[in-house]
Nanobody, 125 residues
Framework: VQLQASGGGLVQAGGSLRLSCAASGLTFSMYMMGWFRQAPGKEREFVAGITRSGGTTGYADSVKGRFTISRDNAKNTVYLQMNSLKPEDTAVYYC???????????????????WGQGTLVTVSS
């Protein structure tokens, strides 16, 4: 299984970025997908998640209303659209996968078995 995250970069506060995570080596439509982030000196935290059909999504309170997670099962890709970025959004962003059919989103990193390498998002003030 490989998860390849991309789309990070440097952006000014108030700007937008779209992260992508391309999956291979798995039947993508059978996996719940999540985005997590880790800022320097902090623990990895949940950002957003989406069930395998895309029917249910979940967000951390800190990003609700600004970030949108989506997936394209035909392209084996999950996305994170990030708008109104703030300096506190600066972190390495990771995508993660969990083989599950439940209609809820898991928010703990320990629930996900596969991880990508991360992509750095830096938001300047």
């Amino acid at each position: 299984v490989q998860l390849q995250a991309s789309g990070g970069g440097l952006v000014q506060a108030g700007g937008s970025l779209r992260l992508s995570c391309a999956a291979s080596g798995l039947t993508f439509s059978m996996y719940m997908m999540g985005w997590f982030r880790q800022a320097p000196g902090k623990e990895r935290e949940f950002v957003a998640g989406i069930t395998r059909s895309g029917g249910t999504t979940g967000y951390a309170d800190s990003v609700k209303g600004r970030f949108t997670i989506s997936r394209d099962n035909a392209k084996n890709t999950v996305y994170l659209q990030m708008n109104s970025l703030k300096p506190e959004d600066t972190a390495v962003y990771y995508c993660a996968a969990r083989h599950d059919s439940v209609r809820l989103v898991y928010r703990s990193a320990g629930n996900y078995g596969y991880w990508g390498q991360g992509t750095l998002v830096t938001v300047s003030s």
